[in-house]
């Protein structure tokens, strides 16, 4: 394992490097989104695989909680006593010949690897990650742990890029696991939710280096219901945002070309413009005019539907699936079968548009293929995601419940990193596997060192 420097945790506590296990400062955490609150917690920061499997091997059975980027919205990574800061553990996992399987494709990382740093990583390989959310301030495990995904409809979420990884269980122990040793935990491990051991190293399955031919426009929403299943089944990722109390939607197709395709970048300025002046810094104060004017809400709209119909342009993957998301916001989402999703959607519409107050962000619909991991929300189905937002300073519980409710109809699986009120009953008649996930957390988890109040609700006592 290399131990280059790393940035500490997006968010979070003012970690302390903390020289040795003991003797720990306290501090508090709060996560991106302000819904998460932990005061008076240990950061420790272990240097190696031994100091972690010695602190967690120590007896005491205190909680530990690791800390990744805090960009959970639900209470999935609040720590409740121990937080490790995991930055040594990023980077390439040793040197090139070690870490890169070029011929395979399969590169070993640092789990605490913030996704911003793997393009570059990857670049001198000739590789690329195969898809990717629309941001890139989480760390790889964080991703994993919670089930991140981006859009596809013939691409699983992140997890499913996960070939093998090292992790400290509850007691202490290192494993590995991958498609020889262990493979039956990897369907667990890909998204563990922090609950089944700490990674400290991740293979990620890699594809050749890709450009992506990306093509924003704003439509209208007739438009987009007429053409539905074609929006999301012919480029190879579609996603669109719609704006409450209007008609219109920003599409975002995107098609991918090899490596060596011409590329027709954004220019530098016209970059900023899209991504930080009106996307982050105009739509951030205008968010924050609307809570006492409430009117400029349809403005609001329409500066943020100008911001994000960013025209065409082909660049590298990773500068096109990810941008600057700096204006704080809670978000509930949730994966429908994909074939209910546009009855479900059209059901979240009549909602926000009937909503006693104008709502200021938009719907956001992605979609993804059926993958075989056991936690993950396209476990067994193909799947289309619907995600509610609203500003930080807006409340956002009686939206969010009420939307809730509907995708319960659809037998709805929440995003474990966002809010949702779902607790283990529920989820148990969701998952199949379920009760397998469990029997699991009980082999690498007995004492449940890695249990907080959310994994409480989520998967038992
Ligand atoms: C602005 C914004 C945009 C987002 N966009 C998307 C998106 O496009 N798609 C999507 O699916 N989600 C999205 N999310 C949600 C986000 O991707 C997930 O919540 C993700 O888990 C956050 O990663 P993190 O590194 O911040 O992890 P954290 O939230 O800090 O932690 C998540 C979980 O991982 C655990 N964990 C951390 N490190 C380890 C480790 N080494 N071993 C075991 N467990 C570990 C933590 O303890 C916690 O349980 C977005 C969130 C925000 C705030």
């Not at 941008?323 to 999703?341: G, K, L, Q, S």
């Amino acid at each position: 394992m290399t131990h280059p420097p790393g940035p500490g945790p997006a968010t979070g506590p003012t970690t302390v490097p903390t020289p040795a296990i003991a003797g720990t400062p306290t501090t508090t955490w709060r996560n991106w989104g302000r819904t998460e609150r932990a005061e008076g917690i240990t950061v420790v920061r272990p240097r190696d695989l031994e100091e972690l499997a010695a602190l967690l091997g120590d007896g005491t059975g205190r909680p530990v909680r690791p800390l990744a980027s805090g960009h959970s919205f639900s209470g999935i990574g609040t720590p409740e006593d121990i937080a490790l800061d995991l930055t040594a553990f990023s980077g390439l996992s040793g040197p090139d010949d070690v870490a890169v399987d070029a011929s395979r494709g399969r590169v070993r990382l640092g789990a605490a690897t913030p996704l911003w740093q793997i393009p570059r990583l990857l670049a001198p390989f000739g590789l690329a990650m195969r898809n990717l959310g629309d941001i890139d301030r989480q760390t790889i495990a964080g991703a994993l742990a919670t089930g991140t995904h981006g859009t596809g409809a013939a691409f699983g979420g992140l997890p499913t890029q996960l070939v093998g990884a090292t992790l400290v269980s509850g007691d202490g122990q290192v494993l590995t696991v991958d498609e020889d040793t262990e493979p039956e935990l990897l369907p667990f491990i890909r998204v563990g939710l922090g609950a089944l051991g700490v990674l400290t190293e991740v293979t990620l399955q890699c594809v050749p280096a890709f450009v992506l031919r990306a093509e924003e426009a704003m439509r209208s929403l007739a438009d987009v219901d007429a053409g539905w299943d074609a929006l999301f089944d012919e480029p190879d990722h579609a996603e669109f945002h719609w704006f409450p109390g209007s008609g219109r939607v920003v599409t975002k197709t995107n098609t991918r070309l090899p490596g060596d395709s011409l590329l027709v970048p954004r220019s530098r300025l016209g970059r900023w413009v899209g991504e930080e002046l009106l996307a982050n810094t105009v739509f951030g104060g205008l968010c924050e005019v609307s809570r006492h004017v409430p009117w400029t809400v349809p403005t609001i709209n329409r500066i943020a539907t100008a911001a994000m119909g960013r025209g065409t342009f082909t660049e590298p993957s990773a500068r096109v699936f990810a941008a600057p998301r700096r204006v704080r916001f809670r978000e509930m989402e949730y994966a429908v079968p994909r074939a209910a999703m546009q009855e479900a959607f059209g059901r979240i519409r009549r909602l926000a548009d009937a909503w006693p107050e104008p709502i200021e962000f938009p719907v956001e619909v992605r979609v993804a293929a059926a993958d075989d991991v056991a936690l993950s929300p396209g476990s067994g189905q193909d799947i289309g995601y619907i995600a509610v937002h609203r500003h930080v300073r807006r409340p956002h519980e009686r939206y969010f419940a009420a939307a809730e409710r509907i995708f319960a109809d659809y037998g709805g699986r929440p995003h474990w990193g966002k809010v949702h009120g779902l607790d283990a009953d529920r989820l148990g008649a969701l998952y199949p596997r379920f009760g397998e996930a469990l029997a699991v957390r009980d082999r690498l988890d007995p004492e449940r060192r890695f249990a907080n109040p959310y994994l409480r609700r989520v998967l038992g006592p």
